[in-house]
């Protein structure tokens, strides 16, 4: 038998498994700070995305998610379900702003205010 197209090996391919937190807050603001870490190592092109997981999620928070950085393009991006492509969208998100965002300590919600998001405001909290 011959499996083909969205198989768990190939939706899961390309990203990088930064492991499990408490809470959405504590997911958030480590995909930040690992994509700071790696900010100078980062591909000049596409995206880079990593993935994490919360153990002490709400009912209505989906894990695991996804961060993706577009260095080049200075842009960010929330994915929500593994595979399924972005939710959230925000530009103008220089190395800069994602340090104000992780000095926040309030993960993604911050940066409505510090990047210009793709999407209405509050959307993505």
Same mark, same amino acid.
């Given at each position: 038998?011959? *499996? !083909? &197209?969205?198989? *768990?090996? $190939?939706?899961? /391919? &390309? %990203?990088?498994?930064?492991?499990?937190?408490? !809470? +959405?807050?504590? =997911?958030?603001?480590?995909? *930040?700070? %690992?994509?700071? +870490?790696?900010?100078?190592?980062?591909?000049?092109?596409?995206?880079? +995305?990593?993935?994490?997981?919360? !153990?002490?999620?709400?009912?209505?928070?989906?894990?695991?998610?996804?961060?993706?950085?577009?260095?080049?393009? =200075?842009?960010? =991006?929330?994915?929500?379900? *593994? &595979?399924?492509? !972005?939710?959230?969208?925000w530009s103008d998100v220089t190395k800069a702003v994602?340090?104000?965002?992780? +000095?926040?300590?309030?993960?993604? /919600?911050?940066?409505? $205010?510090? =990047?210009?998001?793709?999407?209405?405001?509050?959307?993505?909290?």
């Amino acid at each position: 038998m011959l *499996i !083909t &197209g969205c198989g *768990i090996l $190939s939706i899961n /391919s &390309g %990203y990088h498994d930064i492991g499990k937190f408490s !809470t +959405k807050n504590d =997911a958030e603001n480590g995909g *930040i700070a %690992y994509i700071l +870490k790696k900010y100078d190592s980062l591909p000049k092109e596409g995206y880079y +995305k990593i993935k994490y997981s919360m !153990t002490n999620r709400v009912p209505t928070e989906r894990s695991p998610n996804s961060l993706w950085y577009n260095k080049n393009e =200075a842009k960010l =991006a929330l994915e929500l379900d *593994i &595979g399924s492509g !972005t939710a959230c969208k925000w530009s103008d998100v220089t190395k800069a702003v994602l340090e104000q965002a992780l +000095k926040s300590n309030t993960g993604l /919600s911050k940066m409505d $205010s510090l =990047a210009k998001p793709d999407q209405p405001l509050g959307q993505c909290k």
